[in-house]
């Protein structure tokens, strides 16, 4: 839990807090921007003060998608109804699944619901009120690991749902040997008729992008949005293998169309179009070649 003797200076007077454990994961700012803010201290903080209940529940479900609870209030608040808005939907059958987790540095994790059996995109953290939630919604089929970061509790999805997980044979380590599907090569595989692998290496060596319906790519830390969605970049700061190799996987995305970009860190970026989107992707490229 947060802790008020332990709450950041710079925090707006009022309700809300975020404390000094913060990692600046920037998930609050994700679910909440108007709410939450970044220092140049690498913190989050209240920027301001929720003014509308609808402002109030974002902050809510902040509070409970943080990854290390330093986000707190003077108050006790009821938090079910922020709980329970968890999976948030996103656009058609995708899903936002908040309970981000400490050991994914508060990456991103989606939920895709499909006849043919659920997708989860990266671990979120295995709290029970999501495990009874994305029970209700059909469980989970396959949990598509984009590469070794990410990978949290997905052990226990894996007991509690039987789950097929997937990631890359290059990304596989001591805690994820036990993976049920290792892809393997850098050649593009189909895991069903609407969803695509592509490896992606260069942030690790076994990135892999998952490629849904021709419309949302689910990009781990391989292509990310600004935090106010208005771009997307590749970070050559957080690149753990190879920038030339990046550059390389970046260029391979030319060949697919895609109109969502949903990232484990970073904002989710979505373009007008897939035309709009290629358009996008050739900009960051031209930077990524410039670097």
Known sequence: MARIEERLPENAPGEFYVDASC????????????????LDRDLAYVQRQPRTAAETTRALMALVACPTASIG?????????????FPERLDDDVYYCGFAAESSFGASSY???????????????AAAPLLRRLAALGGVRILFLTH?????DHARFRRHFACERV???????????????????????????????????????????????????????????????????????VCWYSWPE???????LLDYEFEWVLPGHGGRYRAESPAAMRREVERVLARMRAR
């Open 23 to 38: 990692i600046d994961c920037a998930t609050c700012r994700i679910v909440a921007p108007a709410v939450f803010g970044s």
């Open 73 to 85: 209030t003077v108050h006790r608040k009821d938090a079910s109804a922020a709980v329970a808005a």
């Open 111 to 125: 939920l895709v619901t499909r006849p043919d059996g659920n997708v989860l995109v990266d671990s979120p953290r």
């Open 148 to 152: 070794r970061d990410d990978v949290a």
């Open 167 to 237: 990631l890359h044979a290059d990304d596989v380590t001591s805690g994820t040997a036990g993976v049920e599907r290792k892809l393997a090569g850098r050649e593009p595989v189909p895991l069903a008729d609407d969803l695509l692998a592509i490896p992606v290496p260069g942030h690790t060596r076994g990135s892999a992008v998952l490629l849904y319906r021709e419309r949302f790519l689910f990009t781990g830390d391989h292509l990310m949005g600004t935090e106010d969605g208005q771009r997307l970049h590749a970070s050559r700061g």
């Open 246 to 252: 990046q550059v390389r996987s970046m260029e391979r």
